[in-house]
């Protein structure tokens, strides 16, 4: 199948100001894409992309004063299959995990597992290790917020997530990273492109999607807690501890978000779109 992915938005500047950009699909899914993804931006500036160590593709720029457009259309080819589904994906021991994967165990700016680690453990002590546990987590997770749209916030932690029970998908993801980290399992955010792709469709107007990946058997698997079912067309822009390293846009200065569409559609066999070059 193939997926068209993409964004627009409008940014005000009072003064030529840097950005940091995270847009394009990530590099794991660079051999996917049916044709170039540059980030366009009018008026015209210079545009570095480079990938941070986490394989993320950043685009780096300097927006003048006054109103920037940015945009981005790509078609990406995909498999059509679902989220891989492994019950019997095991937990491994904190003193056999990679090195690289240790990380994902420690406390993050949005997740407080110092704060968290007592209710994890009441919650889920009992529970089968391994996927039945990452999946009790997400269960729970799914269950305990409530989706409003009207309650997102940039301050808002896993704690706070907990504690009021509503958020958006950033929040969700959050929660169950932060249980899975203090119940030893490794857990990174995940942000990317998720459509109404076999689904019906919500009355939200689509945007950026968060999930998450937990560290079982020695691979990182999907994890979705608030939809809380494995989904077809998934498109990756983006892994890091948690929002705070893979925002979509990073201003180093003031600036106004003053226009934003995300878009992610399936394409009917046969159809394609024209690409930029």
Not at 1 to 9: F, S
Not at 174 to 186: D, E, K, M, T
Not at 187 to 207: K, M, N, Q, W
Request: hydrophobic residues 40%.
């Amino acid at each position: 199948m193939k997926i068209n992915v993409g964004c627009e938005l409008t940014v005000i500047c009072p003064q030529p100001t840097p950005l940091l950009l995270l847009l394009q699909p990530h590099s794991s899914r660079q051999q996917d894409l049916l044709g170039a993804d540059p980030i366009l931006v009018e008026p015209a500036v210079p545009v570095e992309e480079f990938c941070d160590s986490q394989g993320n593709r950043c685009c780096r720029l300097v927006a003048p004063a006054g109103e920037s457009h940015i945009s981005l259309s790509t078609v990406v080819a995909d498999s059509g299959q679902s989220d891989a589904v492994v019950p019997s994906a095991w937990q491994m021991p904190v003193e056999s995990l990679p090195p690289d994967v240790l990380p994902f165990l420690n406390a993050s700016r949005y997740c407080e597992t110092d704060r968290l680690i007592d209710t994890a453990w009441s919650l889920f002590g009992g529970s089968l290790a391994g996927w039945p546990l990452v999946q009790a987590i997400c269960d729970h997770v799914h269950s305990h917020i409530q989706f409003s749209g009207d309650d997102a916030r940039s301050t808002k932690t896993a704690l706070d997530a907990h504690q009021e029970g509503l958020g958006v998908c950033r929040d969700f993801a959050h929660l169950a990273i932060c249980f899975c980290r203090c119940l030893n399992i490794p857990a990174r955010y995940c942000t990317g492109y998720v459509g109404y792709t076999g689904v019906t469709p919500s009355p939200e107007p689509i945007d950026f999607s968060a999930w998450f990946e937990a560290y079982l058997d020695g691979w990182w698997y999907t994890f979705d807690a608030r939809y809380n079912t494995p989904r077809i067309g998934r498109v990756l822009i983006a892994r890091g501890r948690d929002a705070a390293d893979v925002p979509f846009l990073r201003s180093f200065g003031e600036h106004e978000l003053t226009g934003f569409e995300v878009i992610t559609q399936a394409l009917p066999v046969g159809q394609s779109l024209p690409l930029p070059r």
